[in-house]
């Protein structure tokens, strides 16, 4: 009788051991964000758009929104094979761009948090910081940074980009939900 109950002891720790646990983190928002590949499509053709009506020179304004950045990284990290993290939920607010996603080591899954900071570059690029980084009891990856921004950046250029050829971003703005470009062709 002993052994059976060491037996089934045994077998409910490695199940519970097998499943993946969550470690907490930091809360995501209280509003779930829509992902879809529709919502990146569209998103396409608004951005081809935009470069078609500032061919003759003129500014060009592209507007992204909180669903389509979410939807873009949603689709990047499906795309890879061992992804920095996993459903992420983008947001634009007083000039910052926050990702929330789930992160895994091991048998834990924790929230995590990165507030970044959109600048242009000198070249007319994006240039992005991590302003804050919150993993909850996970450590911080040394790579967060650069994995973190290497990805926007690889997302931004995936639908900026192919349409994209001598533009040169003047101002980012971020506010209400919208991550705003103005540029020109140069």
Request: proline share 6%.
């Amino acid at each position: 009788m002993l052994n059976k109950k060491i037996f089934i002891l045994l077998f409910l720790l490695l199940t519970i051991l097998a499943c993946t646990m969550s470690a907490g983190g930091p809360e995501y928002p209280e509003t779930n964000i829509p992902v879809s590949p529709a919502i990146v499509e569209d998103m396409e053709v608004q951005i081809k758009a935009a470069f078609e009506a500032g061919a003759e020179g003129g500014p060009i304004i592209i507007t992204f929104t909180e669903s389509q950045l979410s939807s873009l990284l949603s689709q990047k990290f499906e795309s890879e094979e061992d992804p920095f993290f996993t459903e992420p939920q983008v947001l634009l607010r007083d000039g910052k761009m926050t990702v929330y996603g789930k992160a895994t080591q091991g048998y834990l899954t924790a929230t995590i948090k990165a507030v970044i900071l959109m600048l242009v570059d000198e070249h007319g690029q994006p240039d992005m910081h991590i302003e804050s980084a919150d993993f909850g009891p996970l450590p911080v990856p040394e790579t967060l940074s650069s994995s973190l921004t290497a990805t926007l950046k690889e997302a931004y250029t995936g639908a900026v980009g192919p349409v994209a050829t001598g533009f040169r971003i003047e101002k980012i703005v971020i506010g209400d939900g919208y991550l705003t470009i103005l540029g020109k062709v140069k």
